[in-house]
């Protein structure tokens, strides 16, 4: 489990694709918001996907491919994320910020 004292925040483009978000540490909770068209998506440990939340406040469940998927299945020494193909969390063309604590 994770200290909750590393965080980072970044911003990306979104491409549309599934996108690898490197980091120095492995985080247990990542939020990614769309400042293009107003949604996030957020997930924690354990959790691939995560929870959309759109401008009308309502929320729904993604799945991995489409969400947040926190670290490497294949390289499990790899520290980082991936986002998915859902609009809210990597639209192509999208402005994206993200927020990951360790």
């Given at each position: 489990m994770g200290s909750g004292v590393l965080k980072k925040t970044g911003r990306f483009q979104g491409t549309g694709a599934e996108k690898w978000i490197p980091l120095d540490f492995h985080p247990v909770y990542v939020k990614v918001s769309?400042?293009?068209?107003?949604?996030?998506?957020?997930?924690?440990?354990?959790?691939?996907?995560?929870?959309?939340?759109?401008?009308?406040?309502?929320?729904?469940?993604?799945?991995?491919?489409?969400?947040?998927?926190?670290?490497?299945?294949?390289?499990?020494?790899?520290?980082?994320?991936?986002?998915?193909?859902?609009?809210a969390c990597n639209k192509d063309g999208d402005d994206l910020v993200f927020l990951a604590v360790e």
């Open positions: 769309n400042l293009t068209t107003p949604s996030s998506v957020e997930t924690f440990e354990s959790v691939d996907g995560g929870v959309r939340t759109v401008t009308a406040g309502t929320q729904s469940v993604l799945a991995a491919a489409a969400g947040i998927k926190l670290g490497d299945p294949a390289n499990p020494d790899a520290m980082g994320f991936f986002v998915g193909t859902d609009d």
